[in-house]
């Protein structure tokens, strides 16, 4: 079904900050999510009444902000890291 232009599997340049919760890129924008959600299960940054809030650790809050973000928000705050 997916084809070798799936968006999601052409390698993406990172911005410094993001950077800094994924590790060194160009990355596929696949793995930044996988490894943007590793970050917040390894810090616990999930809302413990609402999984589907984020409370972002300082690192995750230089991409996202720091307020509270739902992570149906937070994909959209990530990709603006990505060109």
Avoid: C, Y
């Avoid at 809030?53 to 937070?74: E, H, R, T």
């Amino acid at each position: 079904m997916a084809g070798k232009n799936n968006a999601l599997q052409k390698p993406v340049n990172l911005s410094p900050e993001l950077e800094n919760v994924v590790g060194k890129g160009p990355m596929t924008r696949a793995q930044v999510t996988s490894k943007v959600w590793d970050h917040i299960k390894a810090n616990g940054l999930q809302d413990s009444k609402d999984k589907r809030m984020i409370n972002p650790d300082a690192k995750l809050g230089a991409v996202i902000g720091n307020d509270q973000i739902s992570m149906f928000k937070m994909t959209g705050a990530v990709s603006k890291h990505m060109s």
